[in-house]
Nanobody, 123 residues
Framework: QVQLVESGGGLVQAGGSLRLSCAASGRTFGTYVMGWFRQAPGKERWFVAAISRSGGTYYADSVKGRFTISRDYSKNTVYLQMNSLKPEDTAVYHC?????????????????WGQGTQVTVSS
């Protein structure tokens, strides 16, 4: 069993920055792929970024160059640094853990999910 707890969301003006954190417990952190997804009201859950077990990173085109995913193995934590935020980035952001070996952008491939943290970007 893996427990994931997100933090760091909030209200920010367009152009601002936020850093999300996701603390993981219950299994060996380094053995799984970590991802961030977001879900706006009435919409599906969309891939944002993922990081492999070895630290390789992957991004949705909409956030490439603005968001950075990273992981700290000593703290069992994955981060999402979000810069140059836009109103369309407003959503609930969820982190997820995939016990498989390959990075996936499909939320159905992820095994464990956090409760999510709200990010609101005002114009």
């Amino acid at each position: 069993q893996v427990q994931l707890v997100e933090s760091g969301g909030g209200l920010v003006q367009a152009g601002g920055s936020l850093r999300l954190s996701c603390a993981a417990s219950g299994r060996t952190f380094g053995t799984y792929v970590m991802g961030w997804f977001r879900q706006a009201p009435g919409k599906e859950r969309w891939f944002v970024a993922a990081i492999s077990r070895s630290g390789g990173t992957y991004y949705a085109d909409s956030v490439k160059g603005r968001f950075t995913i990273s992981r700290d193995y000593s703290k069992n934590t994955v981060y999402l640094q979000m810069n140059s935020l836009k109103p369309e980035d407003t959503a609930v952001y969820h982190c997820a853990a995939d016990l498989g070996h390959s990075v996936s952008t499909d939320p159905n491939n992820y095994d464990y999910w956090g409760q999510g943290t709200q990010v609101t970007v005002s114009s």
